[in-house]
């Protein structure tokens, strides 16, 4: 059975930063693993997609890689702002496109 | 970019009423479409498959009497919590996507029910 976790489980750092948050999933037989934000009492916001032949994505000042090997996949975010304040959830597809989240990390950035 | 929006954002009511809620896809046609439940500081879990003419399908534990999905059309789902009780309460939110293989998917704002 997939499972998904992500560390660390909360993070508070001021402006300006640089971030890394982790993902890991035990069953590496994914065929692409996406990134989400959610605010608080809010959906979630797509932020990134990466398929299983993709080694990262690019999308403004956020990074995702993936390594299906080690079943491991990180976001980075280049000098957060306290508008990147939210909870990041990865989730990978099983049977077909139903989705298991991991448990979540939430930032908090201040200024 | 895809849309999906999801009403009510926000139900309080009484033990024992039925309410639902709605999922649309407002500029794709969605033959699936997932309903989520998220409790307090804690991730996401998948409720149930709701498939466009066809009977939903259920996550092992779900109650498929306490929660009815309805997907008449390709652009609109619905969740009904039948006679809902305080342990209903939670965050419910829908997703959906294109049925285009590996695209992302695409989910609503959310429901927080809310029952006395």
């Known amino acids: 059975k997939q499972e998904v976790t992500q560390i660390p489980a909360a993070l508070s750092v001021p402006e300006g930063e640089n971030l890394v948050l982790?993902?890991?999933?035990?069953?590496?037989?994914?065929?692409?693993?996406?990134?989400?934000?959610?605010?608080?009492?809010?959906?979630?916001?797509?932020?990134?997609?990466?398929?299983?032949?993709?080694?990262?994505?690019?999308?403004?000042r956020l990074n995702a890689s993936l390594d299906k090997s080690s079943?491991?996949?990180?976001?980075?975010?280049?000098?957060?702002?306290p508008g990147d304040s939210a909870t990041y959830l990865c989730a990978v597809p099983y049977n077909t496109d139903k989705l298991i989240f991991g448990t979540g990390t939430r930032l908090q950035v201040f200024p | 970019g895809a849309v999906v929006s999801q009403h009510p954002s926000w139900v309080i009511c009484k033990s024992g009423t039925s309410v639902k809620i709605e999922c649309r896809s407002l500029d794709f046609q969605a033959t699936t479409m997932f309903w989520y439940r998220q409790f307090p500081k804690q991730s996401l879990m998948l409720m149930a498959t709701s498939n466009e003419g066809s009977k939903a399908t259920y996550e092992q534990g779900v109650e498929k009497d306490k929660f009815l999905i309805n997907h008449a059309s390709l652009t609109l789902s619905t969740l009904t919590v039948t006679s809902a009780h305080p342990e209903d309460s939670s965050f419910y939110i829908c997703s959906a996507n294109s049925g285009l293989f590996n695209q992302p998917q695409h989910f609503g704002d959310g429901t927080r029910l809310s029952i006395l």
């Open chain 1, 71 to 81: 079943g491991r996949s990180t976001l980075y975010i280049a000098a957060s702002q």
């Open chain 1, 22 to 60: 982790n993902c890991s999933f035990t069953d590496s037989a994914i065929y692409n693993l996406q990134w989400f934000r959610q605010d608080p009492g809010k959906g979630l916001t797509s932020l990134l997609l990466i398929q299983s032949s993709q080694r990262e994505q690019t999308s403004g």
